[in-house]
């Protein structure tokens, strides 16, 4: 490497944010994001790696040529930057903000071996905000109209990215969400201060200015079937999500004041609770909310719990700290925001008071035993430990599974015992025309998974329409399901 003769600062350089005291009185975003001076700075650090293939781009669902982008920063070429971004990637604003580079893109950083890996994620949020506050457009090829339609179902980031893809190829594409606004888990279930919102309808502005169509409020399934989309539709991608909750089967479960973190979400972020009355959407305020689950969404809730006024807030986790699931940067902004954590503990029971609203909640201490099949270590209950914590709101997060109700009158298209679509290694389903991805295959996963399956996903339905090749019989890829 020719930049390893010169020196180069070990330290990252730090990102600004909102101090924690302040930040849990409002939804506005917590990491302030670099400056001009400190995004030169941090690139400054990159090694600019001469290898065939640099381990960043490697490790990057959506292959973003990272040393690419970071030298066109170094030159202050920041349309040069968002253009090679762009040329993988649709939605930096959104990648650099919720990705999770520390197990991605920066895992195997070269400069890791030297001191602090280069901040990637906050590089690339910084080239796509420093885009949209200066007017900055990408320049974007279409291929010449090819006269093939694609239907997408689902506007989170599987479908937009699919979309994105295959508008560049040159085909007619149309989305049909089924909410009132584009970006599906971006909108729903991502709070305010992580991602604002307003980034995800600028980078669908972008989608709309290439030419994508959006229709919101169809419900593939009711409004619409998945039949009548494959007699108007040359092929259909399904990027429906995980939608549903999972609950607890435990006693007390049915009590007021349990809410899926699905419900809850989407109540403060899409529908905007936070701002009751201005907005007429309620959400219950107490003194003491338990957020069970260990992953970025119980994260989300815990942090918003504190937001909107309630005094205490505990995540409840069956295993140890570092055995969760969340990203580490979502951890530390919770620790100093006063969430508080209790480890290795489960849910056995809920009690409600005498008007049905839950009080308490039963937990049980855990021990840990043999790795299960993710991995981690099985938590078993220890018998005759259990005691009460009270409480007066209970957020469940332990994972969501697709909603059935695109597919209940679709036998051809084969599903899990979890719900996910059965797709092969090209995102083909068992229905002819049609395919899928992101959390529709997977689980509640993440959102650069989806869009890693959003762009396979494209050039696999791209060959389709170029060959009208179909197997015979469908061999299913293999996954790793949600935890």
Not at 54 to 74: D, E, H, Q, S, Y
Not at 333 to 356: I, Q, R, S, T
């Amino acid at each position: 490497m020719s930049a390893g003769r010169r020196e180069v600062k070990k330290v990252r350089v730090p990102v600004p944010e909102q101090d924690p005291h302040v930040r849990i009185h409002n939804f506005n975003e917590v990491a302030l994001g670099y400056s001009l001076e400190q995004a030169m700075e941090e690139a400054s650090r990159c090694l600019q790696c001469h290898v065939k293939v640099a381990p960043c781009i490697k490790n990057c669902p959506v292959l973003v040529n990272v040393p690419g982008f970071i030298k066109k920063i170094l030159e202050g070429d920041m349309k040069g930057a968002l253009e090679v971004i762009m040329e993988t990637n649709s939605l930096p604003g959104i990648t650099g903000r919720v990705c999770p580079q520390e197990e991605q893109c920066e895992m195997n950083c070269i400069m890791g071996k030297l001191g602090d890996k280069i901040n990637i994620g906050k590089l690339e949020r910084f080239v796509a905000d420093y885009a949209r506050e200066h007017g900055i457009r990408p320049e974007v090829k279409i291929a010449p109209p090819t006269g093939k339609r694609v239907a997408i179902v689902g506007s989170g980031p599987a479908g937009l990215t699919a979309a994105a893809d295959l508008r560049k190829m040159g085909h007619e594409v149309v989305i049909y969400e089924a909410l009132h606004e584009p970006g599906g888990v971006l909108v729903y279930g991502i709070p305010e201060f992580r991602l604002p919102k307003e980034i995800v309808r600028y980078e669908v502005e972008f989608l709309k200015s290439i030419g994508v169509k959006i229709y919101t409020d169809v419900v593939i399934g009711k409004t619409l079937s998945l039949y009548d989309l494959l007699e108007e539709f040359d092929a259909v991608f399904l990027g429906t999500g995980a939608g549903t909750p999972n609950f607890l089967n435990v006693p007390g479960v049915n009590c007021l004041g349990i809410y899926s973190a699905n419900e809850f979400l989407t109540r403060v972020n899409l529908m905007k609770a936070y701002l009751f009355p201005d907005y007429d959407t309620p959400i219950k305020r107490g003194k003491r909310l338990a957020v069970i689950g260990g992953g970025n969404t119980a994260m989300d809730a815990a942090r918003s719990g504190l937001r909107i006024g309630y005094e205490e807030v505990y995540i409840l986790y069956r295993r140890t700290r570092e055995l969760m699931t969340a990203r580490i940067e979502e951890i530390g902004h919770a620790e100093e925001e006063g969430v508080k954590f209790m480890f290795l503990v489960n849910p056995v029971a809920f009690k409600c008071d005498e008007n049905g609203w839950v009080r308490a909640v039963t937990l049980i201490r855990n021990e840990l035993g043999e790795p299960d099949e993710s991995g981690r270590r099985r938590p078993i209950p220890i018998p005759g430990s259990e005691f009460d914590l009270e409480v007066d709101t209970v957020v469940i997060a332990i994972g969501q599974r697709p909603n059935r109700i695109l597919y209940q009158e679709v036998p051809e298209l084969e599903v899990s015992r979890n719900g996910t679509i059965i797709v092969d290694e090209k995102y083909r389903s068992t229905l002819r025309g049609v395919f899928a991805g992101g959390d529709a295959i997977r689980g509640e996963a993440t959102v650069v998974l989806a869009m890693g399956d959003g762009k396979r996903a494209a050039m696999a339905i791209d060959e389709y329409l170029r060959t009208g090749e179909w197997p015979e019989k469908i061999v299913p890829m293999k996954l790793a399901q949600a935890d």
